[in-house]
């Protein structure tokens, strides 16, 4: 299509949000047609790498707290065998916690 991706819904657009805690600087990038969601944690002020989460395969994304001192997000892939569940606090500081459980 000719038009620009401005014309589009959100759901088919690729969205990059940039933010920092006290400790360190986040860029998230969601393509929700796709599935996709990456998470770029680097050390505050500095491109230090501390943690990549790269998934294609995200089934739901919610958005589990968002107020000003406390954000968090959970992600959920189902795969054939298996639900894995990504927990994921920003705010007051970083925390991931990784599940997975058996679907069948």
């Given at each position: 299509m000719d038009t620009s991706s401005k014309d589009y819904p959100f759901y088919y657009n690729k969205a990059t949000y940039r933010f920092s805690n006290d400790e360190a600087d986040f860029v998230v990038t969601l393509s929700p047609t796709y599935g996709e969601v990456k998470i770029q944690l680097s050390r505050c002020g500095s491109n230090i790498l501390l943690s990549l989460i790269d998934l294609i395969r995200?089934?739901?994304?919610?958005?589990?707290?968002?107020?000003?001192?406390?954000?968090?997000?959970?992600?959920?892939?189902?795969?054939?065998?298996?639900?894995?569940?990504?927990?994921?606090?920003?705010?007051?500081?970083?925390?991931?916690?990784f599940k997975e459980h058996l679907t069948r």
């Open positions: 995200v089934g739901k994304f919610e958005i589990t707290s968002d107020k000003k001192d406390q954000s968090s997000v959970l992600l959920t892939v189902i795969n054939e065998e298996t639900q894995q569940m990504i927990e994921i606090d920003f705010k007051p500081y970083f925390k991931q916690i």
